[in-house]
């Protein structure tokens, strides 16, 4: 069973920074993807950043140039490091593993933290 645990939200200013860190139970990242997703009250989970088994990355518009999604495989943990944030960046942020298995993919998603953006 794939565990996912998220830390690192919280409460910030607007242009302030957060990291949010994913670990793993296991060394998943190294052959599966990894990514981020949000959903602020009201909204749908929408994708912030993937980091793929190889190393490349992929980030929804609203966040790129202020967002950085990374892995650190002896740690088993991705990295979400936001920079110039906005309160519109405002929501519940998950960790998402989707682990390649025989034919099939499956999702795997951490807890959720909370991040928020005061203007």
């Known amino acids: 069973q794939v565990q996912l645990v998220e830390s690192g939200g919280g409460l910030v200013q607007a242009g302030g920074s957060l990291r949010l860190s994913c670990t793993a139970s296991g060394s998943i990242f190294t052959k599966n993807d990894g990514g981020w997703y949000r959903q602020a009250p009201g909204n749908q989970r929408e994708l912030v950043a993937v980091?793929?088994?190889?190393?490349?990355?992929n980030y929804a518009d609203f966040v790129k140039g202020r967002f950085t999604i990374s892995r650190d495989n002896a740690k088993n943990t991705v990295y979400l490091q936001m920079n110039s944030l906005k309160p519109e960046d405002t929501a519940v942020y998950y960790c998402?593993?989707?682990?390649?298995?025989?034919?099939?993919?499956?999702?795997?998603w951490g807890q959720g933290t909370r991040v928020t953006v005061s203007s």
């Open positions: 980091i793929t088994a190889g190393g490349n990355t």
């Open positions: 998402n593993a989707k682990v390649k298995w025989v034919m099939a993919t499956y999702d795997y």
